[in-house]
């Protein structure tokens, strides 16, 4: 049976590992504060102490951080992911960076002889939880074949693109997208509370017609409520808009709607709600 590790137990990883361990996969874990690892190990993981340890324990490891420069060091720090790769290991990075991080990090693996997958997810805590991420990947096609049981069990789609990088521009396009949805979604919530409609009943009209969909319906009713704890942290949501921009830039692509809405969670950091889920955004949208 094939042996999965695990590399990040935040709020996505978490969720993820533990549907492994409830479909009957063998999972080793890490985590940089590693008492997060804790509930997995009672659920049945295996917790080392590094992550060089994992990949060397492990035939697939996954990782799950926070931005590329995370990314890079969980690969390259002293004791990391490159320390434990050789021949026939390999690692599935799910964590949403840039296409160059991607390529820096598989050119690495793949120089020591291990396989490399590039599968950032699409979906925040509740898909996590309910098995239903959407998979973007990219890199060793044998490899994305190998991971589908895991791929199967922590989601409910899997996107297979040719070239190292496609799997972090799709990432980084859906993100913009959504970005820019949300803020627009918190400015209509903001202007109808202003001349007296309910907050509700916009919601319950946008359900009617063809823009509704999962996230107003979600979303919605916890930002009328000025319930803002995250499901995908505000502080993510600027970095990948971030990200975008930059593609945007490198292929000459304008990218009015995205650069505004940038601007508004960039305000919302600087407000201190970059802990705080991306529809916080909405608090600076909205004056009282």
């Avoid at 199967?152 to 899997?158: A, F, R």
């Avoid at 107003?216 to 704890?229: D, I, T, V």
């Amino acid at each position: 049976m094939t042996t999965y590790g695990f590399l990040g137990i935040g709020i996505m990883g978490k969720a993820m590992v533990e549907n492994l361990l409830k479909a009957g996969f063998a999972v080793n874990v890490w985590n940089r504060t590693g008492s997060r690892c804790a509930p997995l190990v009672g659920q049945g993981a295996v917790q080392y102490q590094t992550p060089a340890e994992v990949v060397a324990a492990s035939d697939i490891t996954f990782a799950m951080v926070s931005d590329p420069a995370a990314a890079e060091a969980l690969c390259f720090d002293a004791g990391g992911v490159l320390a434990g790769i050789t021949a026939g290991k390999s690692y599935v990075d799910v964590s949403t960076v840039d296409p160059e991080t991607s390529g820096k990090i598989a050119k690495a693996i793949q120089d020591k002889g291990g396989r490399f997958l590039e599968a950032p997810v699409s979906g925040s805590k509740k898909p996590a939880e309910d098995g239903t991420l959407v998979f973007l990947c990219s890199g060793d096609k044998a490899l994305f074949d190998d991971a589908q049981p895991a791929l199967d069990v922590m989601g409910k789609k899997s996107f297979y693109f040719d070239q190292i990088g496609q799997g972090a521009q799709m990432k980084l396009v859906i993100n913009m997208i959504m970005g820019s949805m949300m803020t627009a979604f918190g400015e209509g919530l903001a202007l109808g509370d202003k001349v007296g409609l309910e907050m509700s009943d916009i919601i319950d009209v946008l359900a009617q017609g063809a823009i509704n969909n999962p996230m107003f319906q979600l979303k919605g009713p916890q930002m009328a409520n000025g319930n803002f704890s995250p499901a995908f942290p505000l502080k993510h949501m600027q970095k990948d808009m971030r990200l975008a921009l930059l593609l945007g830039d490198e292929h000459d692509q304008p990218l009015f709607t995205a650069s505004a809405a940038n601007s508004i969670y960039i305000k919302a950091r600087q407000k201190g709600y970059a802990e705080e889920d991306f529809s916080a955004s909405f608090k600076v949208i909205k004056k009282d």
